[in-house]
């Protein structure tokens, strides 16, 4: 059974950092892409992050650029997200996503095939 668990979130100031964990059982995320999305109330589903599988190309939203970085950890089948200068906008459910095939990224929420249940980011004053 293929599960994807993510850790980490929590409330909060503006200006902290958190860095979010997404660990896989079941599934060698080695060989897929995998994307952070996040889901603000009333709001669409958005991307985030995503890091390839074959050569850990990074990608990220132009806005988010400089503060979050996804790294890969193979030793232990996870990938992580690391968001430094938190700002209230960045309160969201944070998700990753694992493709079911093919190793590119893609921005389409439609395209990954397994999703973690989300961790809840929560920045305020």
């Known amino acids: 059974q293929v599960q994807l668990v993510e850790s980490g979130g929590g409330l909060v100031q503006p200006g902290d950092s958190l860095r979010l964990s997404c660990a896989a059982s079941?599934?060698?995320?080695?060989?897929?892409?995998v994307a952070w999305f996040r889901q603000a109330p009333g709001k669409e589903r958005e991307g985030v992050s995503c890091?390839?599988?074959?050569?850990?190309?990074?990608y990220y939203v132009d806005s988010n650029k400089g503060r979050f970085t996804i790294l890969r950890d193979k030793a232990k089948n996870a990938v992580y997200l690391q968001i430094n200068s938190l700002r209230p906008e960045d309160t969201a459910v944070y998700y990753c996503?694992?493709?079911?095939?093919?190793?590119?990224?893609?921005?389409?929420?439609?395209?990954?095939?397994?999703w973690g249940q989300g961790t809840q980011v929560t920045v305020s004053s």
């Open positions: 996503a694992a493709k079911t095939y093919g190793s590119t990224c893609v921005q389409t929420p439609y395209s990954y095939g397994y």
């Open positions: 079941g599934y060698n995320l080695d060989y897929y892409a």
């Open positions: 890091i390839t599988s074959s050569d850990g190309i990074t």
